[in-house]
């Protein structure tokens, strides 16, 4: 297919890296991708580790994966609170059974792993993550980027050109999604990378009297 036949998400959680998230979201749009970001909600901003606001476009129960080419998850922190979501699990492991293209780079093989999708499978992460990869049953690489079937993983920011060069490479191997089930893009997306003040990471408990927390972001005022 040809990017401007492409359909690509790309998830978004608190903490992720400013470039993984960014780069390949603006790579794409400029060749003529239609590409969502993908949060948890779409009525919520998200920080990334350094106060960088990312909003999503589309929820986990509004993307139709028979209308998408690929999904690609970035890395920082954001993958430990992706993994936490069973909707984000399962959307990646459904996602692997139907053959689309997953792409993950830095600490998103924390995700790959959550979703048992890469036991047997050559793929390279962050080195900080080396044996979570490994101990998920992964033949591990380091190299700048691994291609294994379906699945493209790289390292880090550095490791972005070759990784949304194989992205590309990979979609043009393949035919377009043919499902019709996302709503028409937005002129302007709500995932743009253009803002006005910075977001600012809080917690807040689960429930009354919870022990378990969970992170929320705000627009500084």
Known sequence: ?????????????????????WYPVLRFREEGADVRVVGPSTSEVYASKLGYPARADLTVAELDLDSIDAVVIPGGFSPEYLR????????VRDANDKGLLIAAICHA???????????????????????????????????????????????????LPQFCAAIKAALAGRDPAKGTGLPAPAEQPASSPAYT?????KNRAAGPASANYRAYAVLDA
């Open 109 to 159: 093989g924390w995700l790959l792993a959550s979703a048992g999708i890469i036991k047997g499978r050559d793929a390279t992460s962050v080195a900080t993550i080396r044996d979570d990869v490994i101990n998920a049953g992964a033949r591990y690489v380091d190299a700048p980027v691994v291609i294994d079937g379906n699945l493209i993983t790289s390292r880090l920011p550095n490791d």
């Open 1 to 21: 297919m040809q990017l401007t036949d492409a359909r690509i998400a790309v998830l978004v959680e608190n903490q992720y890296q400013e470039l993984e998230l």
């Open 84 to 91: 936490r979501n069973p909707e984000m699990v399962k959307l």
């Open 197 to 201: 003040a910075t977001a600012i990471l």
